[in-house]
């Protein structure tokens, strides 16, 4: 009996066995043949019946971070139907021209002859500009003239900002053009930069001066010291000490990885010359990896390169002088009844933010019992930004220890509800705890100021309240706001002293329609 149990136990091992290599031969042979295909990194199109919160689903690499699950997500599939100027047009996948400037190989296949690299350009006619791809893709760092980068910012004091900012030569990227490809030449003219990556108002456009730097060269030539096998971002920051500017960049970077399909979040190379900030931190929490340009020896190749349009190119920037008439709404609410007056992009890429850093991302806070609602007053403090910086911060609200004072007199006799005042010093903190304090807070309050930004990754019941000096009568903080749905408040100075009265009677209203 016990022999005819062993018999039956050793069938169903080696049966299982063979079914586990079979499965995973199946799956090895085809992971082989999609990574076999240059250029083949979208998904197939994502299914328009895909709710809100749903994502395709994708091999995962063991080095590179996983796409997180967001409440606000909606597929970012192309739609060759998004109208211009629409909100999907300005804050989603308004990228509807393609522009294939170099097709692979394996199109040979399909009878369309290229080479063995790949190259296309994604253009928006509501942003004017593109964003860019491409396989089989070499940098030398050589050839780009600019400072290492990733210094320390007191080893760098005084440097000058064009000693950081990319000069490209001739070369200084190319493109694998196939075995039988002649002499060297440029991958686009003068015209095609005019037509898709205009300079506009930017006076020094680094994208359009990386494209002009592109050059074909044959398999032969196409050396490569090392390799990146999994997709990668390039990116080149301008103002990259400013939270607005640098919201900016992540934003971008943001879209650039969603419309190109990328599977997971992909590595990222600092193409400047910049020294370390502290915003790196979010950096390399939104990505897989960070490295500046000029720390890689010899020449890096790369399997999938996506150029990200520069932050002056968003609608968060556009928006500051043109009118952009969108307003946030929830994901799930557009999934049922598109508006093209209506966004949940900037929701979702808020989410984002938190899911990087490992904070929930559900959309309503859930108030323990006895917690009390968190009053967040941003501050504006004094520290050193950047080489060219005195370490000074010019003050937009002269009595800001006055109104803080108030504040925490206010707070600690409030009766009707528990309040926690929370003292934002951001300048000090950790980015990781300033956006915890963002989603913990019921109200945000501030001078107008770069650490208002920070909004974007408010929850959607989140109040704002902004104090505005009559220096400074910006609406980036409003628009952001009303891209994202958040109920937002202004008190307009005059002059840059603010009266702590008319601050708590804003105070006391907005803490009503909590319920207080």
Avoid at 181 to 187: I, N
Wanted: net charge positive; aromatic share 10%; with cysteine.
């Amino acid at each position: 009996m016990n022999r005819k149990k062993l018999k039956i136990l050793l069938s169903l091992f080696a049966f299982n066995s063979i079914s586990l290599y079979l499965f995973f031969s199946s799956s090895s042979s085809s992971d082989h043949h999609h990574k076999l295909l240059p250029g083949n990194h979208k998904p197939s199109p994502e299914n328009p019946k895909t709710p809100p919160g749903n994502h395709p689903h994708f091999p995962i690499s063991p080095r590179a971070k996983p796409w997180p699950i967001l409440p606000s997500y909606l597929p970012w599939s192309l739609n060759p139907n998004v109208a211009p100027r629409s909100c999907e047009g300005y804050f989603g996948n308004g990228f509807t021209r393609r522009i294939d400037l170099r097709r692979s190989s394996v199109d040979k296949k399909l009878r369309i002859s290229g080479g063995g690299g790949w190259f296309r350009c994604w253009y928006s006619g509501t942003l004017q500009s593109s964003l860019c791809e491409g396989g089989r893709v070499r940098m030398t760092p050589e050839r780009i003239l600019m400072s290492v980068g990733g210094e320390s910012l007191e080893d760098v004091i005084g440097r000058k900002e064009d000693e950081e900012l990319p000069k490209f030569e001739a070369g200084a990227f190319e493109v694998d053009a196939g075995e039988e490809f002649g002499d060297q030449r440029k991958l686009v003219d003068v015209e095609f930069l005019n037509r898709y990556v205009p300079e506009g108002a930017i006076s020094r456009h680094t994208m359009r001066a990386l494209l002009d730097s592109i050059r074909l060269v044959g398999s032969s030539e196409f050396k490569c010291d090392q390799w990146i096998e999994e997709p990668t971002l390039l990116v080149t920051r301008f103002e990259y000490a400013n939270l607005f500017h640098t919201v900016t960049d992540w934003y971008s970077a943001y879209v650039a990885s969603r419309v190109t399909g990328l599977p997971t979040r992909p590595h990222l190379v600092f193409v400047d010359g910049h020294c370390r900030a502290p915003l790196e931190e979010t950096w390399k929490a939104l990505f897989s990896s960070l490295k500046y340009a000029k720390n890689f020896s010899g020449s890096v190749c790369f399997r999938h390169a996506v150029l990200s349009p520069l932050g002056y190119e968003t609608a968060l920037f556009k928006g500051l002088s043109e009118n952009i008439n969108c307003h946030g709404a929830f994901a799930h609410d557009l999934w049922q009844n598109p508006d093209d007056l209506k966004t949940a992009r900037l929701s979702e890429f808020g989410e984002m933010v938190r899911a990087a850093f490992g904070f929930p991302v559900g959309r309503r806070r859930i108030l323990k019992p006895g917690s009390g609602h968190n009053i967040l007053f941003v501050r504006r403090e004094d520290y050193l930004a950047h080489p060219r910086h005195g370490g000074k911060v010019e003050s937009r609200l002269s009595n800001e220890q006055e109104v803080f004072d108030a504040l925490k007199n206010w707070a600690s006799n409030y009766l009707e509800c528990k309040i926690n005042l929370v003292n934002g010093l951001f300048a000090h903190m950790a980015m990781k705890e300033q956006v915890r304090a963002i989603q913990d807070a019921s109200v945000i309050i501030g001078a107008h100021g770069a650490g208002l930004t920070h909004i974007i990754s408010a929850r959607p019941e989140t109040v704002i309240l902004e104090i505005i000096s009559s220096h400074f009568r910006r609406p980036h903080f409003a628009l952001i706001s009303q891209w994202k749905g958040l109920e937002y408040h202004a008190i307009n100075l005059d002059g840059s002293y603010a009266d702590p009265r008319v601050v708590l009677d804003q105070l006391n209203d907005i803490m009503k329609g909590l319920g207080c």
